[in-house]
């Protein structure tokens, strides 16, 4: 993979996740029971599974972003991919949890936005995010 794609990727895994959280935000102000049975319950869904799939693999795919584009000194990059793998596989076994339910309240949902996994992990992004645009 080329850089340029490996830096689209990154994007896009970003937005992805980006636009999950802030859908799931406004799901989980509705106050609804359940997902089931409404549009706004399916698209919630579809932003979770979205999501699940941004994240697997995240870590590695990072570590071989860094390793391919030769970026020196790699350690401290290596080092905060660490991080940023914890708390995307902290964050996605939060999501599936919540999409292994038969119904998903806007409760459930409030409760996974409040999560510092997942919220640890969107600032991740942004940091990690924010410093490779610096070096491109």
């Known amino acids: 993979m080329s850089a340029a794609e490996s830096l689209a990727e990154l994007d896009a895994r970003i937005d992805i996740i980006e636009e999950a959280y802030e859908f799931l935000l406004a799901y989980a102000s509705q106050g609804l029971p359940s997902d089931i049975g409404s549009d706004t319950g399916r698209q919630a869904r579809e932003y979770l599974k979205r999501c699940d799939t941004a994240l697997t693999g995240f870590g590695t795919f990072l570590h071989d972003m860094i390793a391919h584009a030769g970026i020196e000194p790699a350690a401290p990059y290596l080092a905060f991919i660490g991080v940023i793998d914890s708390d995307a596989r ?11 339910q038969a119904s998903i309240s806007s409760q459930v949902i409030d409760n996974l936005n409040a999560s510092i996994h997942l919220r640890a992990l969107l600032t991740d992004l ?11």
Do not use: T
Request: net charge positive; no cysteine; aromatic share 4%.
């Open 90 to 100: 902290h964050a996605q076994a939060a999501i599936q949890l919540v999409l292994a």
């Open 126 to 136: 942004f940091l990690i995010d924010e410093v490779l645009k610096s070096r491109r």
